[in-house]
């Protein structure tokens, strides 16, 4: 209780040094406010260098949170005994992370960990070159864990060679389809397999009635207005389109100038025009999309194969007969299997301001946190929460949350923190997350990856998420029947002409630059 | 008053300026305590609407946070041609006048014309009761009254669509519409904002000395003649001063709302310089070029209300200045 008041107490004061850093307006008087709270820590772990300090570290974290809360209670306590810490978190809500961050890197009021999302961003990338935050290439094989992050992924969150922060490393490729297996089964249809079974499937389940209820009303997929994570650029896969950019003899093709995009294009508005979609999935949100699935409104959800548990729970007591199944082989015809992995596997980034960690003893300190954090069981602490609390294990370490509400409330919260979050002995006891787990990592063998990712246009940072609007526009106006190809084309040269054409030039010259 | 400072032409222009001085010293003196009073809203304006404006000179720098105000460096009217030189920017316009024109054509007289009626209505309870039900909505955030929008629009379900497909019509898309934005937009602003706005015609209403009311009675006015030549031609300039202030907000229909219901269909209709502000400034990082486009939007504020200030004192009002 006590430790708990200390706590607000703490994290009232942070939030009135960020209040009073944001109130001064410039940058310099912003730096000397935030670093009130953070000054205090310097000294702790400066002492201590980094061998283990016997007084606990106090560390800052200004972190994402993918939650509706914050996590509250014993977690993160227990966190603090295992890594000898003293937390204070100042969390940024997934939603507005793009405007928080860009304020946060103008106004100084950082912490000694930046957790980093949208490395794509211009000002986040300009503040990373800037030298604002450390270096840590040089110092991770330091550290058993941090010592285990393979090159390949070292590379691809470096920007020009450098690693400016600790990569979260997620799952290649984690996408794929879930589909109701009761409907198809009731319907007699086979697993889909190719895109043309899954059109099939669609249509079955607008047209068939599969819920058996006599009315009109159910769809084929259920998505949302996000051409990335929702369904098309998973589609998009199947029918051959490069991720984000193709690149052939130094040549580069953007993916919606591709043959591929535009099959997958005319698929999505077979979908909408026979109505196996939801007709309003331009304007839907994820919540909503999910809800469709859960409620028995519609029958295929593309996305995260790790979904497919959610889903399953939200339907309980809704949807009590559903069965899902997952596929993650579809193909077009003539088309290889492939997916495409999002921003190459590079979660984002942990970053260490040099305003807030001052010199290496202390960055070594933070570092050695990062490195406790990826351990067995402070994943476990992260991922299902304590033991006989949140959780039980069996003998081969399978784990089963036990006190839903309270997991919720307290561990998922934190499990966007993790900076590894696959490949640990510890492992879900639901059948359906193992399987998709199984799919995930077999997915990793297709992975079409995005080959600028870690190269650098400057066109692209500071205008590209703006012209890519332009695409976006047009390829849902073109889904919805509102454009036909050859306006969707001039959209295109649109692009090219409003600054497209410099990105392409500039990436190819990158591309040759870092020698290929 | 200078006339009158001036007119003792025995005195030297330097004793006028001392006497003058020591008139202000003393009335400074006798209403000190009037002028400690102004203090805190003094201060206020000073510490929260001036100072700030002092970030403005970043519209004229390539700011980069990490550079600070001082270490960014000058790049004159950079940011300025590119606003006026990218396509967007006359999208942006355009959107933003035919929103405004809508605003002022059909929002504006909307809430004088039911003052109008309500102050018509004999029933005072009757009266009482449809004002407080009408400006309700007013308390609502936009989020509420778009998402309630959302439910009773979406095609997947929604009622008015429902509705309209049960008596054979055609269902209509009216979230992904670029034709129907503008309607949608005006309607919420009209349900939100008409009880709340009327509140102070009401007042102004109220305000008409009755013995108008009664000479026109004895000439035999009809209630519409009363409406026309009495009530409305006194509550004239309160109508002038809330059009001037309006006309000053030309630019500045409200992020939050259009935020809501901006999506990839209805960009071209619906983007405005309020969102774009968000977007490309704030989420995309480029404060430079953001602080230009709000610059240039206050500017253009700023110029319209002088006009329509000036207008109205060609017509004989007041003006609010």
């Not at chain 1, 209820?213 to 389109?241: H, I, P, Q, W």
């Not at chain 1, 995260?304 to 939200?314: G, I, R, T």
């Not at chain 2, 309870?125 to 509420?144: C, D, E, G, K």
Request: charged letters at 20%; one cysteine or more; a neutral charge.
């Amino acid at each position: 209780m006590e430790t708990k008041r200390m706590k607000q107490a703490g994290l009232t004061l942070l939030g009135c040094a960020l209040l009073l850093s944001a109130c001064s307006g410039n940058g310099a008087g912003g730096q000397a406010e935030g670093k009130g709270s953070a000054g205090a820590n310097a000294g702790a772990a400066g002492t201590g260098g980094a061998a283990e300090p016997a007084e606990p570290v106090s560390i800052t974290w200004l972190n994402v949170l993918h939650t509706a809360s914050p996590p509250t209670g014993t977690v993160v306590k227990k966190i603090e005994e295992a890594t000898n810490t003293k937390l204070s978190f100042s969390w940024i809500p997934d939603a507005s992370k793009e405007e928080r961050i860009n304020t946060s890197l103008a106004s100084g009021s950082l912490a000694d960990i930046v957790t980093l999302t949208i490395l794509d961003n211009s000002s986040v990338r300009s503040a990373l070159k800037s030298g604002m935050f450390w270096e840590v290439g040089p110092y991770l094989d330091e550290f058993p864990n941090l010592k285990g992050i393979s090159a390949d992924t070292r590379k691809s969150a470096s920007i020009e060679g450098k690693l400016y922060g600790v990569p979260l490393q997620k799952a290649l490729a984690r996408n794929g389809v879930i589909i109701r297996k009761d409907w198809l089964d009731k319907l007699g249809l086979p697993l889909p397999k190719t895109t043309d079974e899954l059109l099939q499937a669609a249509k079955a389940f607008t047209e068939q009635d599969p819920d058996g209820n006599g009315m009109d009303d159910t769809t084929g997929f259920t998505d949302r207005s996000d051409l990335v994570y929702g369904a098309f650029k998973t589609l998009g896969s199947y029918f051959g389109t490069p991720n984000v950019w193709k690149v052939e003899n130094g040549k580069a093709t953007p993916e919606f100038e591709t043959e591929g995009y535009l099959n997958t294009m005319n698929y999505m508005k077979q979908l909408y025009d026979g109505g196996y979609i939801n007709q309003d999935f331009a304007v839907t949100a994820k919540t909503d999309q999910q809800q469709k699935l859960a409620q028995g409104k519609a029958g295929i959800y593309v996305g995260a194969l790790f979904d497919s548990k959610n889903l399953l729970n939200m339907a309980k007591g809704v949807q009590d007969g559903m069965e899902l199944a997952m596929v993650n082989d579809i193909t077009a015809p003539g088309q290889p299997r492939a997916l495409w992995s999002a921003n190459n596997g590079i979660g984002g980034l942990l970053a260490f301001p040099r305003s807030e960690v001052k010199d290496e003893a202390e960055l070594k300190r933070v570092l050695k946190f990062v490195d406790d954090l990826m351990s067995e069981d402070i994943y476990a602490l992260t991922t299902y929460g304590i033991e006989g609390v949140h959780y039980s294990v069996d003998a081969d370490k399978a784990a089963t949350i036990t006190n839903q509400d309270l997991w919720q409330q307290e561990v998922q919260p934190l499990a966007g923190s993790r900076p590894k979050d696959y490949d640990y002995a510890i492992h879900d006891a639901d059948k359906l997350k193992q399987e998709a787990d199984r799919l995930i990592a077999e997915n990793a063998d297709y992975a079409v990856l995005n080959p600028f990712y870690s190269l650098e246009s400057q066109t692209w940072s500071t205008q590209g998420s703006e012209l890519q609007k332009i695409i976006t526009d047009a390829t849902y106006k073109f889904i919805l029947g509102k454009i036909d190809e050859a306006q969707f084309k001039a959209e295109v040269e649109k692009w090219r002409k409003s600054g497209g054409q410099s990105i392409i030039e500039e990436y190819e010259a990158a591309y040759k630059q870092a020698g290929h | 008053m200078k006339d009158s400072l001036a007119a003792p032409a025995s005195r030297s222009p330097g004793a006028a300026l001392k006497s003058r001085a020591a008139h202000r010293w003393k009335g400074w003196r006798r209403d000190k305590l009037l002028y400690l009073m102004i203090l805190p809203g003094f201060l206020y304006f000073v510490a929260f609407k001036y100072l700030p404006m002092g970030g403005l000179i970043i519209a004229f720098k390539d700011y980069q946070p990490f550079l600070g105000l001082g270490g960014s460096p000058w790049v004159g009217l950079k940011h300025f041609e590119r606003l006026f030189a990218e396509p967007t920017f006359l999208m942006l316009l355009r959107n933003t006048i035919v929103l405004f024109l809508m605003d002022v054509l059909l929002v504006f007289p909307l809430p004088i014309l039911f003052a109008l009626l309500l102050n018509e209505a004999r029933a005072r309870r009757f009266r009482n009761a449809v004002q407080t039900l009408l400006y309700l909505p007013h308390f609502m955030s936009w989020v509420i009254i778009v998402s309630i929008c959302y439910v009773f629009l979406s095609v997947d379900g929604g009622v008015v669509n429902e509705a309209l497909a049960s008596v054979g019509l055609p269902r209509i898309d009216f979230l992904t519409s670029p034709e129907w934005l503008r309607f949608m937009y005006i309607g919420q602003i009209i349900w939100k904002e008409l009880g709340w706005s009327t509140i102070i015609f009401i007042a102004a209403i109220s305000a008409v000395d009755p013995q108008l009311y009664e000479a026109a009675d004895m000439d035999g006015a009809s209630r519409l003649r009363k409406m026309w030549h009495v009530t409305l031609p006194a509550i004239r300039p309160v109508i002038i001063t809330l059009l001037i202030l309006k006309i000053g907000h030309t630019l500045d229909l409200g992020f939050e709302h259009m935020y809501l219901l901006l999506n990839s269909i209805n960009r071209e209709v619906a983007e405005i310089f309020d969102t774009y502000i968000y977007t490309a400034g704030l989420k995309n990082g480029q404060l430079s070029y953001s602080t230009t486009i709000g610059l240039f939007k206050g500017l253009v504020g700023l110029a319209l209300v002088m006009l329509a200030n000036r207008l109205a004192k060609k017509m004989g009002e007041d003006g609010v200045y």
